[in-house]
T-cell receptor, first 118, second 117 residues
Framework: AQTVTQSQPEMSVQEAETVTLSCTYDTSESDYYLFWYKQPPSRQMILVIRQEAYKQQNATENRFSVNFQKAAKSFSLKISDSQLGDAAMYFCAYRSYSSNFGNEKLTFGTGTRLTIIP | KAGVTQTPRYLIKTRGQQVTLSCSPISGHRSVSWYQQTPGQGLQFLFEYFSETQRNKGNFPGRFSGRQFSNSRSEMNVSTLELGDSALYLC????????????????FGDGTRLSIL
């Protein structure tokens, strides 16, 4: 079974600064997907960024980028130019690749609560 | 395009009762997954439905069940409610083609907050 670990329960960053959230995972699979989701107090889980394991290039979405280290099983999220609206709970998630049957199950980490200091 | 819709948003029940939660996926999405979120256990996968069939199931007791209708809408049922069932229940939908690998992300609803008294 796969596991996802987020070792930072809480993080804080000054507005406009850069912050990195850590995530490690354990799997014996070679093909899989990794995601970062944010959950603001409004509760809705919102996709931030995703990475396919077969892609060596790190994914980037505007101010959000990842550092994907497949051998180390590490998947950190970097938020540049932090904004007040970035304050939320951030979850790292893993999904297996399954070409025959399909598998939408996400395995989540415990989350990191990010606070933005004005 | 409308997002994933979950009803109701809040629900209060007592121990021993049963409850049914509803989820309407994004139009065109045929895969619906359910998750339970609690402060102690975090986010845990309950089950996934695709084309009215349960494809995956998490490690939850048989009191938790679900189904999917031909229009892809899904319901989740919990019988004989226990205090520990108090949680936020999240539904997510994904665009998936039959027999093909999906590289699409899941889109979540706002959840149903279930409180057991």
């Amino acid at each position: 079974a796969q596991t996802v670990t987020q070792s930072q329960p809480e993080m804080s960053v000054q507005e406009a600064e850069t912050v990195t959230l850590s995530c490690t995972y354990d799997t014996s699979e070679s093909d899989y997907y990794l995601f970062w989701y944010k959950q603001p107090p409004s509760r809705q889980m919102i996709l931030v960024i995703r990475q396919e394991a077969y892609k060596q290039q790190n994914a980037t979405e505007n101010r959000f980028s990842v550092n994907f280290q497949k051998a180390a099983k590490s998947f950190s999220l970097k938020i540049s130019d932090s904004q007040l609206g970035d304050a939320a709970m951030y979850f790292c998630a893993y999904r297996s690749y399954s070409s025959n049957f399909g598998n939408e199950k996400l395995t989540f980490g415990t989350g990191t609560r990010l606070t933005i200091i004005p | 395009k409308a997002g994933v819709t979950q009803t109701p948003r809040y629900l209060i029940k007592t121990r021993g009762q049963q409850v049914t939660l509803s989820c309407s996926p994004i139009s065109g999405h045929r895969s619906v997954s359910w998750y339970q979120q609690t402060p102690g256990q975090g986010l845990q996968f309950l089950f996934e439905y695709f084309s009215e069939t349960q494809r995956n199931k998490g490690n939850f007791p048989g009191r938790f069940s679900g189904r999917q209708f031909s229009n892809s809408r899904s319901e989740m049922n919990v019988s004989t409610l226990e205090l520990g069932d108090s949680a936020l229940y999240l539904c997510a939908s994904t665009f998936v083609r039959q027999g093909q690998e999906s590289n699409q992300p899941q889109h979540f609803g706002d959840g149903t907050r279930l409180s057991i008294l």
